[in-house]
Each structure stands twice: as structure tokens, then as C-alpha cells.
């Protein structure tokens, strides 16, 4: 979740991408059902991540990503205008 933090909007889409994987669909449905850090936005499967502090999140995740992680988030988050 703190990867994907940089996003706005969370899609399945999105989150595989960011997070090279393919079952974001599953795993984000199966967080929405938990009731965990999620608010579905529409029936197209795009979310919002409650988060308290967003800059917060990105300054953790930039902690805690691999060599090179770091900017590839900074890109998508300036060409999504999150700030």
C-alpha cells in the first residue's frame, strides 16, 4: 500500500503496474471487503487509499524501495499532478 500511495486513484490496473504484479484486481477488492485503508470510488474497480498523510507515505516508501523505485514514483506521481 505505501507504493501505491503516490496515486490519487487506484486502479488494477495502476497498482500492476507500479507494484509489477498481476493481481492487484483481487487484492484490492479483497482489501475494500476488510475494511482496510480503502474507499471505492465507482463500480469500474477505482479506489481511493485513506491515508493520514500522503507525503508521509511517499517519504516511507522512498525509504523502503529498491535502487531506482524512488524516481520511477516521482514520474508517475508529476504526470498524475499529485503533490
Not at 479483497?30 to 487509499?49: C, I, K, P
Given at each position: 500500500m505505501v507504493r501505491s500511495s503516490v496515486?490519487?486513484?487506484?486502479?488494477?490496473?495502476?497498482?500492476?503496474a507500479i507494484l509489477e504484479r498481476s493481481?492487484?484486481?483481487?487484492?484490492?477488492?479483497?482489501?475494500?471487503?476488510?475494511?482496510?485503508?480503502?474507499?471505492?470510488?465507482?463500480?469500474?474497480?477505482?479506489?481511493?487509499?485513506?491515508?493520514?498523510?500522503?507525503?508521509?507515505?511517499?517519504?516511507?516508501?522512498?525509504?523502503?524501495?529498491?535502487?531506482?523505485?524512488?524516481?520511477?514514483?516521482?514520474?508517475?506521481r508529476e504526470a498524475l499532478g499529485s503533490?
Amino acid at each position: 500500500m505505501v507504493r501505491s500511495s503516490v496515486l490519487d486513484k487506484l486502479t488494477a490496473s495502476l497498482c500492476d503496474a507500479i507494484l509489477e504484479r498481476s493481481d492487484s484486481a483481487s487484492m484490492l477488492v479483497e482489501v475494500e471487503r476488510s475494511n482496510l485503508f480503502l474507499l471505492s470510488l465507482d463500480e469500474a474497480g477505482a479506489y481511493r487509499q485513506l491515508v493520514l498523510d500522503a507525503a508521509v507515505a511517499v517519504a516511507e516508501a522512498k525509504g523502503g524501495v529498491k535502487p531506482g523505485e524512488t524516481a520511477a514514483l516521482d514520474k508517475i506521481r508529476e504526470a498524475l499532478g499529485s503533490t
